[in-house]
């Protein structure tokens, strides 16, 4: 290569590491007005917003499923025999007692189906409420068929599927929430009951069915119903924490807005887990000082009075990720 060459591609080099250089230059001095524009701004943002103190307390982990409301018991009552449908005592959505009569039946005879031999009577082997009936007086049945469906409603349990990563993080017995997608204001407590032996191909993922008891009812509770069940899977005791709307994020790193004196400023904040409710503090703040409640509404104030366009991002990180610093 000529020597002309080689400058023409030294010089082009040293330009693109001037324009580098240019870049952040630019870049650090809009930041730096972008930084000193949010801190003139912020007491306007946060004027009236109420305050909190960072306390300590528990903060959980849950694994999020749905699923489907069945009651603990239902039974499906067939014939032992072919033969005629005499008599039906109970219709669909009755409620019955153990032992009532629900129908009978004039057995066949076993070599001429036209000859009648002895009666059956069908009784309802626990109290409940008749889901189906699948017969009338005069119809004829077959050995085996189903004739009156009846489920106990005392007592239901979720019939779910958890996601194959969350595996290892649910057992039997733990404690679990339940609600309904039909009764937004109804939630039950519930406990993991089982855990299905086989996992299954669900759309493109692989799931494991489980089941979870329910404790208590409703009146408006009906078998099919969706259940979304939030399962407590661990507990992190006694940890620094913050409401959820506590923490915001600036430019990629989480913060808090503290107030000392009156005045608020904005101080970042190592993250950990969060709930739902609380988030977990590692560090940049303790117990006791105080902060906006809402970080988010003063956010979007901020917004409209500086002009700028921050898009929160929530990046948590798992408990396993912190740094040895949350007690197990």
């Given at each position: 290569?000529?020597?002309?060459?080689?400058?023409?591609?030294?010089?082009?080099?040293?330009?693109?590491?001037?324009?580098?250089?240019?870049?952040?230059?630019?870049?650090?001095?809009?930041?730096?007005?972008?930084?000193?524009?949010?801190?003139?701004?912020?007491?306007?943002?946060?004027?009236?917003?109420?305050t909190?103190?960072?306390?300590?307390?528990?903060?959980?982990?849950?694994?999020?499923?749905?699923?489907?409301?069945?009651?603990?018991?239902?039974?499906v009552?067939?014939?032992d025999?072919s033969?005629?449908?005499?008599?039906?005592?109970?219709?669909?959505?009755?409620?019955?007692?153990?032992?009532?009569?629900?129908?009978?039946?004039?057995?066949?005879?076993?070599?001429?189906?036209?000859?009648?031999?002895?009666?059956?009577?069908?009784?309802?082997?626990?109290?409940?409420?008749?889901?189906?009936?699948?017969?009338?007086?005069?119809g004829?049945?077959?050995?085996?068929?189903?004739?009156?469906?009846?489920?106990?409603?005392?007592?239901?349990?979720?019939?779910?599927?958890?996601?194959?990563?969350?595996?290892?993080?649910?057992?039997?017995?733990?404690?679990?929430?339940?609600?309904?997608?039909?009764?937004?204001?109804?939630?039950?407590?519930?406990?993991?009951?089982?855990?299905?032996?086989?996992?299954?191909?669900?759309?493109?993922?692989?799931?494991?069915?489980?089941?979870?008891?329910?404790?208590?009812?409703?009146?408006?509770?009906?078998?099919?119903?969706?259940?979304?069940?939030?399962?407590?899977?661990?507990?992190?005791?006694?940890?620094?924490?913050?409401?959820?709307?506590?923490?915001?994020?600036?430019?990629?790193?989480?913060?808090?807005?503290?107030?000392?004196?009156?005045?608020?400023?904005?101080?970042?904040?190592?993250?950990?887990?969060?709930?739902?409710?609380?988030?977990?503090?590692?560090?940049?703040?303790?117990?006791?000082?105080?902060?906006?409640?809402?970080?988010?509404?003063?956010?979007?104030?901020?917004?409209?009075?500086?002009?700028?366009?921050?898009?929160?991002?929530?990046?948590i990180?798992?408990?396993?990720?912190?740094?040895?610093?949350?007690?197990?």
């Amino acid at each position: 290569m000529s020597n002309t060459g080689k400058d023409r591609r030294r010089r082009a080099a040293w330009a693109l590491v001037a324009i580098a250089v240019l870049s952040l230059i630019i870049w650090g001095a809009t930041r730096g007005r972008n930084k000193s524009l949010v801190e003139a701004r912020l007491p306007a943002a946060t004027a009236g917003l109420a305050t909190t103190s960072v306390d300590q307390g528990d903060v959980h982990e849950y694994v999020s499923c749905t699923g489907s409301l069945m009651p603990h018991r239902m039974q499906v009552l067939a014939s032992d025999a072919s033969g005629k449908v005499t008599r039906v005592y109970v219709e669909e959505g009755a409620r019955v007692a153990r032992g009532t009569a629900l129908c009978e039946v004039q057995r066949a005879s076993a070599f001429d189906l036209s000859t009648q031999g002895e009666g059956m009577k069908l009784t309802a082997p626990f109290g409940g409420i008749v889901s189906s009936v699948a017969v009338q007086a005069g119809g004829y049945v077959g050995a085996g068929q189903p004739i009156v469906t009846i489920m106990d409603t005392s007592s239901y349990f979720a019939s779910a599927e958890i996601d194959e990563i969350d595996l290892a993080r649910v057992e039997p017995g733990m404690e679990a929430i339940v609600s309904f997608d039909a009764l937004p204001d109804v939630e039950l407590p519930g406990k993991v009951e089982s855990i299905g032996v086989a996992a299954l191909p669900r759309a493109g993922t692989v799931v494991i069915p489980i089941r979870v008891s329910i404790d208590g009812s409703h009146e408006l509770l009906k078998p099919g119903l969706t259940t979304n069940v939030r399962i407590l899977s661990r507990s992190i005791p006694h940890v620094v924490r913050i409401p959820v709307r506590s923490w915001i994020d600036m430019d990629g790193q989480p913060s808090a807005i503290k107030v000392t004196g009156g005045a608020p400023e904005l101080v970042a904040v190592e993250l950990g887990l969060s709930d739902g409710n609380y988030t977990h503090v590692l560090s940049g703040l303790l117990p006791g000082d105080e902060i906006v409640e809402d970080a988010v509404a003063a956010q979007e104030r901020l917004r409209r009075l500086t002009g700028q366009n921050r898009d929160m991002q929530f990046r948590i990180r798992h408990a396993d990720e912190q740094h040895g610093g949350a007690s197990q």
